[in-house]
Structure formats: C-alpha cells, structure tokens
C-alpha cells in the first residue's frame, strides 16, 4: 500500500474528528486468475488479493453510534446502533457500513460506537471486488476493537451475508474470502463446498511473469439480473443431471464431465452449456493449480484461455470489448493465457505477461483496443498481497 494513501486517510480522520486514529485497516480487492462462477455452485475458484485496498482509519467513541466520512464521495454518515435502516440518501457506501455492523449485532456479536474515515483505491463496478474490500475493512474493524474473536472464514461468511442480505447482492464466497485470507505472493485455491483452501505461492518476483489486469472501462451493467439468472440456470442443471444420472445432486460441485457427455443432450440447450462450463471450469482450476505448482506457466495460460472460451460461449458472461480485450491480449509476445475475470458483462481482463513485455503490452493494448472500440482501457500491474489486517 502507497503510505501517502495512508497518511492521507490519517490526516481526514485528524480533521474530521480533532484527534488521530486508534488503528487503520486495510482490506484488498482481488483478481480471479480462473474459477468463474463457480463459487457458488460449490466449486472451486483461484483468486489473488491486490495491491489495491479499501482503508478504514477509526477510534471508538464510547457511544451508541457510528460516525463515518467518505473521502471519496466527500459524504458524511452516523446511525444508531440500537436502530439500524437502510439508508437511501446516501451513495452506496453508507449501506455497505450500516450493513456489516447490523449483520455483526445480528449474529450476536456486541458492538461499541465508533468514528470512521473510509477510502478506497479499488476500481468501482470493474469486477475487482470493491464492495467485498469494503465489507471485510469494516467487519475487520468491528472485530478488532470490540475483541469479537471472529476468525478469517467467519469475516468472509459474515460479510457475504451483509451483501446477500443487506445490500440484496447473492454473491457467492470468492470475493470476501480471498479479502480477508489472502496471502502475500501467492493465490488461493478455494473449495468454495468446505471452505478449506491452500495456498499456492506465485514467486512473481522470480518467475519472470506478471498478474496484468486490463480495465474494459465497461461498467457491469445487467450484473445483478443476469447473475441471478445464472445462479438459477446452474440449479436448473443440477436438477436436470440428478434425475437423469439417478444421483442425487446438491450443486454442479456433484456432476462430472462424463455425466454431461452421457446425459447432456437431453438437458435444454442452454442450461447444458451453463453446466458445462461450471463443471469444466473446476477442472481447469484442479488443473491450473497444478500446472503453476510444477512451474507449467505455458499450460496455466492455455487453461485461462480456455476459461474465457468457456465464458464466452456457454456462460455467456463476456461482451465485445473484453473480447477484443482477450484476443488482443492472447496475440501479443509474451503474453501466456488472458481472459475475462469476476462476474462479466464489463469489467476486467487479467493476463499473466512476461516481465520484460509489460511495457510493451500497455504502449500497444491500449491504443490498439481504443482504435477497435472507441474506450480507453487502464493497465494495472498487480503484485499478490496479504488480505484484511490492521497497517
Ligand atoms: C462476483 C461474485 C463472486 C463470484 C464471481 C464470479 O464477483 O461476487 O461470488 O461468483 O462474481 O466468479
């Protein structure tokens, strides 16, 4: 984290309230390198948490109320803890906060007032997890001053909760997951069905290659609907494939690839590729977990390219411009795999470049993609970090 963002949210909180902050937490974004939509069809997935960070600098206050200040959207919000509303004066942020801390008291957790600044530097709507960030910085908080005892998992479960129930967002486990538990230089290889995962180290300062994330500059648009109406067709699947393999089914975690060939066909057409990707994505991420594990970095870009076929054609989560984003990204020297990450429709690309062709693939991907859609993509290099903690 730059400590220039650091000391900038010291110094809100110092002005805002007259004195300095008891702590600072930090809480990462992440990049899905491969596993998509597949959390929460009980599957596996395989993020990395960034160097891009939600900040929370706070101090109890002995009262019954959360003060907080959005340095990014120059807002002001206080609510009372006995008496918690959604609030829809506000931009988004203040529900994000009011929702974590209700989940908290909610799951019987006893929470003290406290004083807030809040700013983030991860991209909003870019499919990089900002609202996940936002929940674990806060729950992170919470849990630390109040001596609440909670373990990493269990910030992850509570903050999926706030954005399932408070928020109305039916996100799977990923993004909070990898927020709270990232570790540094390496990805996480997530069972989303026991929440058990392992960590897999990256050596990016040594294998030559970097994590490169390209900003479509499209917002996600119809996320929330057509992310519900995915979550619906992979039930559609898992109910299709359990009457016809006589095998009770409990997520698409339970079919395997021989059980689509053998009973596919008769599944509608739709719902047989959405299947089909699910139960082909958790075995590129067995796969690609593999192949990072034996230093096969070749294969591990075929398996995302793969993934984004996968996407694109049977999910049906891409659209043009993170098309053209992947191909440009997949044709270029030094580039090993590319592929759209998060829940689609916008958002990102991520692609793992050879070092030494990084600058090269911004001074050509840029122009190149703008000439083909008219937008301006942004390039981040990411290095891998720890996930949710006090600075
Ligand atoms: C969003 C959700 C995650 C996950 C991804 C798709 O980021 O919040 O739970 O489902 O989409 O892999």
Known sequence: ??????????????????????????????????????????????????????????????????????LDYAEVDSFDLNDIKHNDDHSSWSNYLRGVVDTLQKAGYKIGGFNAVLSGNVPQGAGLSSSAAFEVAVATVCNAFFDLGISGKDIALLSQKAENQFIGVQCGIMDQFISALGEEDSALMIDCKTLDYKVVPLKLSTSGYSIVITNSGVRRGLVDSEYNARRQECVEGTKGLSELTGRPMNSLRDASVEDLDKHGASLPDKVLRRSRHVVSENQRVLDAVKALESGDIVRFG?????????????????????NTLVELSQKFKGVAGARLTGAGFGGCTVAIVANDQVDNFKEVLIPEYEKLTGRKAEVYVCSATAGAGPQ
């Open 1 to 70: 984290m730059q400590s220039t963002r650091l000391k900038t949210v010291q110094d809100a909180f110092s002005e805002q309230y007259g004195d300095a902050p008891q702590m600072v937490v930090r809480a990462p974004g992440r990049v899905n390198l491969i596993g998509e939509h597949t959390d929460y069809n009980e599957g596996f997935v395989f993020p990395v948490a960034i160097d891009r960070e939600m900040l929370v600098a706070a101090s109890v206050n002995g009262s019954d109320k959360v003060q907080a200040f959005s």
């Open 302 to 322: 075929e398996l995302m390219n793969e993934s984004h076929e996968s996407m694109r054609d049977d999910f049906e989560i891409s659209c043009s411009e993170i």
